[in-house]
């Protein structure tokens, strides 16, 4: 049985701050009280519109940044390159998600989403490279 126990850990960090994030969109929905859509117009509404980004930004990245981390660590990447592709990925992410809540556009959230960026960069370029 093939173990890739950085993506497992990766998937299980990343994991709880999904349902964190998903948690926090809720209790926006709730204090709103807009319960269908993103309450566009609605001035309550403000930071329901932050989590519902926070949760979606978080969403639209992840899960490739994941599947290429698996996917390199069965390949034979290195124990050690996988973990810093690991780490960066679990920094990026938690760094946006603190910084999209602060008003502006903020070190913490444009950092955290260039670093994803360039997580899933590397870890495309590195995937390819194991092809060769």
Same mark, same amino acid.
């Given at each position: 049985?093939?173990?890739?126990?950085?993506?497992?850990?990766?998937?299980?960090?990343?994991?709880?701050? $999904?349902?964190?994030? *998903?948690?926090?969109?809720?209790?926006? /929905?709730?204090? *709103?009280?807009?319960?269908?859509?993103? +309450?566009? #117009?609605?001035?309550?509404?403000?930071?329901?519109?932050?989590?519902?980004?926070?949760?979606?930004?978080?969403?639209?990245?992840?899960?490739?940044?994941?599947?290429?981390?698996?996917?390199?660590?069965?390949? +034979?990447? *290195?124990?050690?390159? $996988?973990?810093?592709?690991?780490?960066?990925?679990?920094?990026? /992410?938690? *760094?946006?998600?603190?910084?999209?809540?602060?008003? #502006?556009?903020?070190?913490?959230?444009? #950092?955290?989403?260039?670093?994803?960026?360039?997580?899933?960069?590397?870890?495309?370029?590195?995937?390819?490279?194991?092809?060769?």
């Amino acid at each position: 049985m093939t173990r890739i126990p950085v993506t497992l850990f990766t998937s299980g960090v990343l994991g709880i701050l $999904c349902v964190v994030l *998903s948690v926090l969109v809720s209790v926006a /929905r709730t204090r *709103s009280k807009v319960l269908i859509g993103d +309450g566009t #117009g609605n001035p309550d509404a403000a930071s329901l519109l932050t989590a519902i980004r926070a949760q979606g930004n978080f969403i639209e990245y992840v899960p490739i940044a994941l599947i290429l981390l698996g996917g390199i660590e069965v390949s +034979g990447a *290195s124990r050690f390159t $996988c973990e810093i592709f690991a780490l960066l990925l679990i920094v990026s /992410r938690v *760094s946006h998600a603190i910084g999209i809540r602060q008003p #502006g556009p903020g070190l913490l959230r444009a #950092g955290g989403a260039v670093l994803t960026w360039l997580v899933i960069l590397g870890l495309s370029v590195e995937a390819l490279l194991l092809l060769l």
